[in-house]
Every structure is written in C-alpha cells, then in structure tokens.
C-alpha cells in the first residue's frame, strides 16, 4: 500500500501545483464554476496513472532474463523495521484523522435538536428527498447527512433573512444537494487521509472546500439582476456573524466563517466571470493533454524501455528484499530459490512461481512476497519467463550453487 502511494506521489504534487498555482488565474479566467470543476482532475489524474494504455499488451516478448541477488539476513532485518516503523506511523495517523471526522460527525448530529419544518412556507421548491428541519440554536443554514441528508435552517432564519435573501441561501444549499457535493467532500477526506504527509494534499482540500462555496454562489447568482446580488452579499455578511462548528460531511453556507474567504466570496458574486467559449476550448485542450501526458509518464511507454524490452535487459527499478524466515535465521540456514515470473507493459511482476529452491519450502514464501513487489522499467509489452535466483546467505562468504542451470525452460 505504501509503495502504491509512493509511486503516486509525483503525478498528485504535479496535478496539485498547477491547481494551486494557477487558482487565481483560473478563477479570474474561468470563474468559479468551471474552477471547481477542474478539480476532478486529480482523481482522474491518478487512475489514469496507474492504468495500462490497451494497445501496450498487443506484444508478448518472451525471454529468459537470468538475475542473482543476495539476500543477508541483518540488512533484510534492518529494512523490514524501517518500513514497518514508517508504515505504522503511516497508519497511525490515517488512523486518528479517520477516527477526528467520524467522531466530529456524530457529536455534531447527536447535539442537534431538529425540528420539521413544512415545505410550503419555504420561498422556494426543495428536492424531494431534501427534508427540511430547523435547531435550536444559532448556527448558518447547512447541508448534513450522508445516508439521508438534511437540509438545516437556523431557528430564526425567518427572522434573520429577508424572503429574498432566503430564496438565495436556500438555493444555495439545493446546489450542494444536487451535486452531491457531500460524497465529494468524502473523496476528498478519504485523498487526504492517504496522503496526510503530504503539505499539499491539505492546502488543496481547503482551497477545494472553498472553491466548492464559490461555484455554488455563482450558480445562484447566475443571470439574475445586480440588486439580487447585493442582496446575496448582504446576506453572506449577516450569516459570517454566526460561525456552525466544523464536521465531516458538513456543507456550511458560511464556509468556516474565514474574513478573507468572505471577502472573496462577495467579491466573487460581485465579478461572477464567465469564460468565453475560445477560453473554455483552450482549458478543455490543456487538459486532455496533462492527462495524457500523465497516462503516457505511468505507463513509461517511450523508446528507451522499448530498446530495452528488445535487446533482452529488463532493469529492476525497485527490489524489495525478502525478509529472511526467523525459524531460518534462528537455526543459521541458508539456501536459494529460483523464481519464474513475467513483466507487464508497465514494469510489474505477475504470474510468480518457485521453480528450484535448496533447501525446499524454506524460503519459498518470502522469496515470492518479496519478488511480487519489484518494479521493472517498462519494456512496453508483456515480457515472460523471466528467472531470478535469490541466494539467502548469513554473511557475504558463503557459496551458493548457480540453480538456474539445472533448468530447462521453455518458451
């Protein structure tokens, strides 16, 4: 799991950068609404990483590319420890984030005090399935629930909003409900859970979350009169004066209740830019190719892993040693496995299988895990029957007999 998230490292900081970098200039350019959009590109990004191109399985090359490597018993040792201690720290913290949300979410249900309220003396028509409840006490109209969600009015909304100012929060909370931006607010959490360690991944969810209000303002503000969006404004800075606590699926109208993002809000239905179509065309153009680009960089399908492909030389990018069997340490043995396995169009190992070991069924198991997380160089197509022979040794001085000679393997 780990190395899977390592290895997606570069393609999420490059997808991460251009959005932060160049949010002013899209948000300016393209207007909130096509803004947010671009958000999209990150997942998208990322599984297009990791998917194989369809035409790179046409070729199936196979060769019998002969490896040996020694696996000592205090280095494996040593390494397994690091990852372990880097892969609880890992797990720890995704641990706790996971249990903060959760326990946010249900403390804030459990502390409200809902009661219904009758759609007909709303100024506006909900969604079916959107109820409509008002609490107790004084917080800014929100969206909450997963399962069922709920549409949350202050007990004094009535009193607090003109009927025009309430039309347009409420429309603005039915464009939460009909994106379904509460499940995308879980994509997200769930992207930065995996990648806390990451400073961008939590700059980009924020800026997401906030990017996420803005569209939804220039949504209700869209085509409608400059007095409706000083009324809008007006009603953005009375519901800034009551700040709703902060919780995993919550959806507030006031948006952490932050001066600067306020601002930013009222500026933004004060502009309300709308792309021209060139604009627009040229956005859409520039992101194809980034994910093109990035489908072509994870696939590692250029010329130089062709040329190796063909001349027969597989280079191992990543080899995780074997952990070498404690019973074995313990009693000193030492051995060898020969492993057979193929090389995908992309560099992983698959189809892993012992085909000479001394002594048997010793370190067989370790040798396989180990071999199954390697990463070769992209060769471009499937490579097959591949050998590799891993000698397990308690020092450098011990002589280990070539098994691979023993075999005959057909193509």
Known sequence: MIDFLISLLLPLTFLLMVLLLGHKWLIRTLGAINTYLLWLTVPLGLVIYCLPLPWQQSNVLQITEIKRYLVDADTSFQQSISMSWFVYIWLGVAVAITAY??????????????????????????????SVYQHSKEYSPMLVGMVQPKLIIPENFFELYSVEQQKLILEHEICHFDRNDIYWNLVAITCLTLFWFHPLAWLSYFRFRQDQELSC?????????????????????????????????????????????????????????KASKSILATVMFATITMLSGLSYAGNQHDKAGAQIAHKNNLMAEVRIKPKYPLQAAQNKTEGSVVLKFDVTASGAVQNVEVVNAKPAYVFDKAAVTALKQWKYSAPGRLVKNNLVQLDFAMNDNTHHDNLIEQLKVTN
Do not use: C, H
């Not at 949300?101 to 709303?122: A, G």
């Not at 400059?226 to 009551?242: D, F, G, M, N, P």
């Not at 507030?252 to 933004?268: A, H, L, P, V, W």
């Open 101 to 130: 949300w959760l326990l946010s979410y249900f403390t804030f249900n459990k502390q409200l005090q809902l009661i219904p309220v009758d759609k007909s003396i709303l100024p506006v028509t909900l969604p079916k399935k959107l």
């Open 217 to 273: 303002d220039q949504l209700v503000v869209a085509r409608k009169p400059k007095e409706s969006r000083i009324t809008y404004s007006k009603a953005l800075l009375v519901t800034a004066q009551s700040t709703p606590p902060l919780a995993f699926a919550q959806l507030s109208f006031t948006k952490y209740g932050d001066k600067q993002m306020m601002f930013e809000r009222i500026n933004n239905v004060k502009t309300s830019t």
